[in-house]
């Protein structure tokens, strides 16, 4: 009896951690889900959004108007109605409505065009092509906005702040052309992209092009090299110097990685 009660016992503790592993991978799942998820299909309209409103075949219910600070639109006919919240498509339904129940229109043709994005907006600053506003016209993640921002000029490390919270989110380019979803998160009203200067390596001596070289990540020597256009005839990949901040010269290999602000010195070779 003791052994068939140990058996049963035991199963009951494998049971115990199959449920609790359950739920372990269910939440997990539920983050990644969660992380991933696609914002609300449609532009959500908002204060000072302009919006060119037509009922075919009814000039003079049509209008061209912005959404006020109270997130209304005077419509002819029918008045204040509630337009902050709503998409194009749904606040034509409702127009719709209203000028149904009101006995104006048997069945109008509603279409609503946005002629200003001004409420949901995202910010792009800092080292690319185009800094400055962009409207959210669409679920849009960080790659998208770079990419109509004209990419970055700059640095290979990307900040987002969020609007929500302020927490910053740093991003590797690499990882955002990669197209990996979960480094590449999607963008929300307010939140602000910034890419900082580039960090450079400097390449003295026997070199094509001395000067500074934009570091990329992983960057060797022998890749700082290759950017400053390799050796002179007098020059010697072998004979390469490495400054660190306020330490002496030392010798450096070229597989080595390079860090910002070092200078690496190539030297003349020996006849």
């Known amino acids: 009896m003791n052994t068939v009660a140990a058996g049963f016992s035991k199963l009951g503790r494998l049971a115990q951690w199959a449920i609790v592993a359950l739920f372990v991978a269910f939440g997990a799942m539920a983050t990644v889900a969660s992380a991933q998820a696609v914002p609300v299909t449609g532009y959500v309209l908002g204060v000072d959004d ?3 409103i037509t009922v075919f075949g009814a000039p003079e219910a049509s ?7 109270d997130g209304t639109i005077v419509m002819p006919m029918i008045g204040p109605i509630q337009a902050a919240g709503q998409t194009n498509v749904s606040l034509a339904a409702l127009i719709k409505k209203k000028l149904i129940a009101g006995n104006f229109y048997k069945d109008p043709i509603v279409n609503i065009e946005i002629l200003g994005y001004s409420s949901r907006v995202v910010s792009v ?3 690319v092509g185009a800094p400055g ?8 993640r960080v790659l998208d906005v770079l990419l109509k921002a004209g990419w970055i000029q700059g640095s290979q490390t990307v900040y987002l702040r ?5 927490k910053e989110i740093k991003l590797d380019t690499l990882e955002l052309v990669r197209g990996s ?29 001395p000067g500074p070289v934009a570091i990329t990540p992983g960057m060797t020597v022998r890749e700082a090299l290759a950017a400053a256009g390799g050796v002179t005839a007098l020059g010697s990949e072998k004979k390469v110097s490495l400054v660190r901040g306020n ?20 030297k003349e070779k020996l006849f």
């Open 50 to 52: 302009a919006l060119d």
């Open 63 to 69: 209008v061209k108007t912005r959404i006020k600070y």
């Open 125 to 127: 600053a800092g080292k």
């Open 133 to 140: 506003l962009y409207p959210l016209d669409k679920p849009y």
């Open 162 to 166: 969020r609007a929500s919270d302020g």
């Open 181 to 209: 979803p979960d480094k590449d998160p999607y963008l929300e009203a307010g939140d602000t992209i910034f890419v900082p200067d580039a960090e450079f390596v400097y390449v003295q001596g026997q070199v094509l092009r």
């Open 247 to 266: 330490a002496k010269e030392v010798d450096a290999k070229l597989d080595a990685q390079v860090q910002p602000k070092d200078v690496l010195v190539f």
